[in-house]
């Protein structure tokens, strides 16, 4: 008497499990590369938003604002940039100049990212009056395209691009 046994192979199994985990590593990958566009899109609308702004600002006022700081909202601890070369805030001063200029904040960044050099970290952007006014701004990932007219870039600790234009 003989049996017709029905059903997969351990080898077919496999098979499949491994391409599932194939499909997904590939979508994950995808994802992440997704979610890191789009925050660098959000800093640079946001950016050009504030150099709008700050341009503003100097037809009306005929000087840029006098004082510097973190641009937009969301950061932890209210700073933008921290580590040996100082800490850099949200300015309330700053925001108040701008306020008649600017419509609402934007959201600039959630989170910063350490960029391997001591305990530095940064992200969003930096309105700074020295040595000219200028933005510095900050995208996720090596060697990004600053995208801003005028703007220059440099990659720091091969996490993140630091972008400079100066107004």
């Not at 351990?10 to 925050?39: D, K, M, S």
């Not at 600002?57 to 950061?75: K, Q, R």
């Not at 580590?83 to 949200?90: A, D, E, I, L, P």
């Not at 940064?122 to 801003?148: F, K």
Request: glycine share 10%; charged share 10%.
């Amino acid at each position: 008497m003989t049996k017709n046994q029905k059903g997969f192979t351990i080898v077919e199994l496999l098979i499949v499990i491994v391409v599932i985990g194939i499909l997904a590593a590939i979508t994950i990958v995808a994802y992440n590369g997704i979610q890191q566009r789009a925050r660098n899109t959000q800093v640079i609308a946001g950016v050009q938003t504030y150099i709008k702004a700050i341009e503003s600002y100097e037809a009306v006022n005929s000087a840029y604002p006098a004082n510097g700081g973190c641009l937009g909202a969301g950061y932890p601890s209210n700073y933008c940039w921290q580590g040996v070369s100082g800490t850099h805030m949200v300015n309330a001063i700053t925001d108040a100049n701008l306020a008649g200029f600017i419509s609402s904040k934007p959201t600039l960044a959630t989170s910063l990212f350490s960029i391997g050099i001591s305990d530095n970290v940064r992200a969003g952007a930096l309105y700074s009056l020295t040595p000219a006014p200028r933005i510095v701004y900050y995208l996720q990932g090596a060697n990004q395209p600053c995208v801003i007219a005028g703007a220059s870039g440099v990659t720091e600790g091969g996490v993140v691009t630091q972008c400079v234009v100066t107004l």
